[in-house]
T-cell receptor
Framework: SQQGEEDPQALSIQEGENATMNCSYKTSINNLQWYRQNSGRGLVHLILIRSNEREKHSGRLRVTLDTSKKSSSLLITASRAADTASYFCAGSTGGGNKLTFGTGTQLKVEL | GAVVSQHPSRVICKSGTSVKIECRSL??????MFWYRQFPKKSLMLMAT?????????EQGVEKDKFLINHASLTLSTLTVTSAHPEDSSFYIC????????FGPGTRLTVL
């Protein structure tokens, strides 16, 4: 399988704490994207980092990319209960923007 | 931002029937749409790439005669699950590509 791996599989933290999720992938990518999914719903695009970028910020999100290690991390700072969701990384390969998704991290932020 | 819709959001059907799921890009044209399948608490698995005006490209292990895809216009792709069986029960999600992939809200299929 070409699917990427994410760890941890599940993460439970208190509101206000930071949450870090890691993603490793197997093939070369054009870019790497992070998505959020609430239970039983569609995916929401969070952030895209290109293969020639090392770090990117968007609000409370910080993404890093290490192409030499084929890994990426997503940091959510000052987490809120509303951040509770599953988070997936997805590598874009080839033409046509084809995405290969990681296994996902289920984040639970408790009050 | 770009919006992708799916219809129906939920469908329950008897074993042996066929079910059609629609995916529409509402405010942009998409020459390429993707169909994914997701089992509970699992990741998305790409089933096929739907190309407007041409045949879909299926991923390895996906039966093209079982999952019929039609991309008749730049804003509509349909996935038909033919002769559905309980093991086809799943969450089906489509996406449409503009600058990035925008995902539909998903369709929950339950086959009794």
């Amino acid at each position: 399988s070409q699917q990427g791996e994410e760890d941890p599989q599940a993460l439970s933290i208190q509101e206000g704490e930071n949450a870090t999720m890691n993603c490793s992938y197997k093939t070369s990518i054009n870019n790497l994207q992070w998505y959020r999914q609430n239970s039983g719903r569609g995916l929401v695009h969070l952030i895209l980092i290109r293969s020639n970028e090392r770090e990117k910020h968007s609000g409370r999100l910080r993404v890093t990319l290490d192409t030499s290690k084929k890994s990426s991390s997503l940091l959510i700072t000052a987490s809120r209960a509303a951040d509770t969701a599953s988070y997936f990384c997805a590598g874009s390969t080839g033409g046509g923007n084809k995405l290969t998704f990681g296994t996902g991290t289920q984040l639970k932020v408790e009050l | 931002g770009a919006v992708v819709s799916q219809h129906p959001s939920r469908v329950i059907c008897k074993s042996g029937t066929s079910v059609k799921i629609e995916c529409r890009s509402l405010d942009f044209q998409a020459t390429t749409m993707f169909w994914y399948r997701q089992f509970p608490k699992k990741s998305l698995m790409l089933m096929a790439t739907s190309n407007e005006g041409s045949k879909a490209t299926y991923e390895q292990g996906v039966e093209k005669d079982k999952f019929l895809i039609n991309h008749a216009s730049l804003t509509l792709s349909t996935l038909t699950v033919t002769s559905a069986h309980p093991e086809d029960s799943s969450f089906y999600i489509c996406s449409a590509t503009e600058d990035t992939q925008y995902f539909g809200p998903g369709t929950r299929l339950t086959v009794l």
